[in-house]
């Protein structure tokens, strides 16, 4: 053997030199794999629907709702405390209430006083990118295709973003997500996965109610690998003996975290009191609505289902029982409800994933073009900062939906209460320090009989205004147009003290210049 070779067998080198080199190699091994990684087409394909939701959200379009969601978390971050009973309306004031998804509240709020208004469009942004690039990967790892999956991807970005708000449901949705991930990688040998699922629902019950869907995810699973069959196009695969025990023991454990919350066992009866016993909410609350196909979002669900159907009959393609199974309870629901577009998606995306996949090509490593991709990303990081809204644009957009000047009013000029208004301005005026007749706390609205008479007072039912003075309402605050401002505009009972692009204010006459109670609390106003 030559010296040359002694060199390079590690003979003849000193020890210390010899281990760095070796651990050197293998680090920079790593390294470049990772960075390859990063800039690989995969990930650029990712980035691309991150950017997609950036341009849907830039504009800080947000559910009414998330205003009380955001003053519930900063109630809990200065008190300590939950509440139990209702602290922000007048009619309902001390009804048994519980800040039901408190955990989503607390990061609404701890983002907020971090970063403000702009900090707030960055979590939203954040939450529905997370979501794609989760639907994204789950779609893939079914499907074995990147191409497939972002192409299934693109058109449910439409579908998706109905659920992509500053609410806990999208917390809800990225969990919901993660679930199915692990049940699929589970189904593929990678069985570590699915330990992830016990402390997960520990986080879930205390952050929103969708946690059931989950479970019962999980549960599905389970009972269709009881058995193995091949029926048609459908086939359950049974499990192993450790299999089986290893999700039994993962299930008891995610049952067991379900009661660890401020509120015991009573935040986990929540999913099932709103499921069964609010009528009313679900006749006529937007999201409870069934699915608007006249609406583009309606007409993007019967396209990719028709597709879909369109493509089994034409393939037939073999599809696991419990994915199956998956799907249509997800499709019917969506079809009651268009809230639970949100289970439609992540059950539909990895099916047609794989329906796509035979004909999407591979992802070929060998041929991908890493400097191109990272110039790409590279691009979408840059425009995504230099278009991030400011904190002025962003108060602007505020402004424009929600009652900004209005309120601002009621500080400097105190009307008459009590004070009557509308559904959406409920949220926005909890934070503001205002006490409400109504917000989208629909349940317990409904529960002490306030939702009733507001659902009759804004579709103009002869008792109107017989409702209205059986709460003695002396003001009356609601958006421009509604159809109870023409009958207080023709009322010489009535007066309007404030008028905007946005809201109105109407004062009823014989009030008198006393008010009978406080509009606005001494909370202070958010900062903006």
Request: aromatic share 12%; glycine share 8%; with cysteine.
């Amino acid at each position: 053997m030559s010296e040359a070779d002694i060199t390079r067998s590690g003979i003849g080198t000193a020890p210390n030199e010899t281990v760095y080199r070796h651990f050197g190699a293998n680090e920079a091994g790593i390294l470049g794999n990772s960075l390859r990684w990063v800039c690989s087409m995969p990930a650029m394909l990712g980035a691309f629907l991150v950017s997609a939701v950036f341009v849907l959200k830039r504009s800080f379009f947000v559910d009414p709702d998330m205003w009380w969601h955001l003053k519930t978390g900063e109630l809990i971050l200065s008190t300590h405390r939950w509440a139990t009973t209702d602290p922000y309306s007048y009619t309902s004031a001390g009804a048994p209430w519980m800040s039901a998804e408190w955990l989503g509240d607390i990061l609404i709020a701890s983002v907020y006083r971090l970063g403000g208004l702009q900090g707030l469009e960055a979590l939203l942004i954040v939450l529905g990118g997370a979501v794609m690039l989760a639907l994204y990967g789950l779609a893939t790892l079914r499907s074995g295709n990147c191409k497939a999956a972002f192409l299934v991807s693109v058109p449910l970005i439409s579908l998706a973003a109905v659920s992509f708000n500053l609410r806990p449901q999208t917390l809800g949705f990225f969990f919901l997500i993660f679930t199915l991930t692990a049940m699929e990688r589970f189904r593929q040998g990678k069985q570590r996965a699915v330990w992830m699922l016990p402390p997960l629902f520990l986080i879930w019950v205390n952050a929103h109610g969708s946690w059931i869907i989950g479970l019962g995810t999980v549960v599905v699973y389970l009972a269709c690998g009881l058995v193995g069959f091949q029926a048609g196009d459908l086939e359950a695969r049974r499990w192993t003996n450790s299999e089986r025990l290893r999700l039994e023991i993962v299930l008891l454990l995610s049952l067991a975290a379900i009661p660890i919350t401020p509120y015991g066992t009573r935040l986990a009866a929540y999913p099932f009191t709103v499921a069964s016993s609010l009528p009313i909410s679900l006749a006529n609350v937007q999201e409870w609505r069934a699915m608007p196909f006249d609406l583009i979002s309606g007409k993007i669900f019967l396209a990719l289902l028709i597709g879909f159907f369109l493509a089994q009959v034409a393939f037939r393609f073999a599809w696991r029982l419990e994915e199956f199974l998956l799907f249509l309870f997800g499709t019917a629901m969506a079809c009651l409800h268009v809230r639970f577009l949100m289970l439609f998606v992540p059950f539909f995306a990895p099916l047609a994933a794989t329906v796509l996949a035979r004909w999407a090509p591979s992802y070929n490593r060998a041929k991908d073009q890493y400097l191109i991709n990272f110039a790409l990303m590279a691009g979408i990081v840059i425009a995504m900062v230099h278009y991030f809204p400011s904190q002025h644009q962003i108060e602007e957009k505020v402004a424009s939906r929600f009652p900004v000047h209005a309120l601002q009013y009621l500080r400097e000029h105190p009307v008459p209460g009590p004070l009557f208004n509308t559904y959406a301005y409920g949220g926005f005026m909890i934070e503001s320090g205002f006490k409400t007749f109504v917000d989208g706390r629909s349940e317990l609205f409904e529960q002490t009989g306030v939702l009733a008479d507001y659902v009759d007072i804004k579709q103009l039912e002869p008792r109107t205004l017989q409702v209205l003075r059986g709460y003695g309402i002396r003001s009356v605050l609601m958006g421009r147009g509604e159809p109870l401002l023409t009958v207080l505009a023709a009322s010489p009972e009535w007066r309007r003290v404030y008028s905007d692009g946005v809201s109105e204010l109407y004062v009823k006459q014989d009030a008198g210049d006393a008010p009978t109670q406080v509009i606005a609390e001494s909370l202070p106003a958010p900062t903006r």
